[in-house]
Nanobody, 119 residues
Framework: QVQLVESGGGLVQPGGSLRLSCAASLSRRFSIYAMGWYRQAPNKEREFVAHKRWPGGSTDYADSVKGRFTISRDNAKNTVYLQMNSLKPDDTAVYYC???????????WGQGTQVNVSS
C-alpha cells in the first residue's frame, strides 16, 4: 500500500548537519496520517526519533534530539524531512522512515539510511 524511499544519509563530523528525506508513494485510495523517523544503533533496539501528523501537522520529538532535529513536511509530495543539526556520535544509527495511513492500523517502513557521526 505504501513505499517509502529515504535519502540523505552519510558520514558527518560531530557538530555537523545532515538533512534526510523520505518520499511516500501510495495508492489513491489511501492518505497519509503521519510520517516520521526511527533509528537503530548497533546492539540497540529501534527507537523513536520524530514524527509529524498530516491532519493538523502536530509534531513530536524524542527527548534526545529536541532542540537539534527538526521534522517538516511537504504535503503535495507526501514527503517528510529531518534536518539534523549539532550531530553527536550517539546519533550514529540506521534511520528508518515510517508512515501510518488514515484508516489503516499497520506501520510502513523504509529500507533505512545510514548516518555515521565520527571524527
Amino acid at each position: 500500500q505504501v513505499q517509502l524511499v529515504e535519502s540523505g544519509g552519510g558520514l558527518v563530523q560531530p557538530g555537523g548537519s545532515l538533512r534526510l528525506s523520505c518520499a511516500a508513494s501510495l495508492s489513491r485510495r489511501f492518505s497519509i496520517y503521519a510520517m516520521g523517523w526511527y533509528r537503530q544503533a548497533p546492539n540497540k533496539e529501534r527507537e523513536f526519533v520524530a514524527h509529524k501528523r498530516w491532519p493538523g501537522g502536530s509534531t513530536d520529538y524524542a527527548d534526545s534530539v529536541k532542540g537539534r532535529f527538526t521534522i517538516s513536511r511537504d504535503n503535495a509530495k507526501n514527503t517528510v524531512y529531518l534536518q539534523m543539526n549539532s550531530l553527536k556520535p550517539d546519533d550514529t544509527a540506521v534511520y528508518y522512515c515510517h508512515a501510518t495511513l488514515a484508516g489503516w492500523s499497520g506501520d510502513f517502513w523504509g529500507q533505512g539510511t545510514q548516518v555515521n557521526v565520527s571524527s
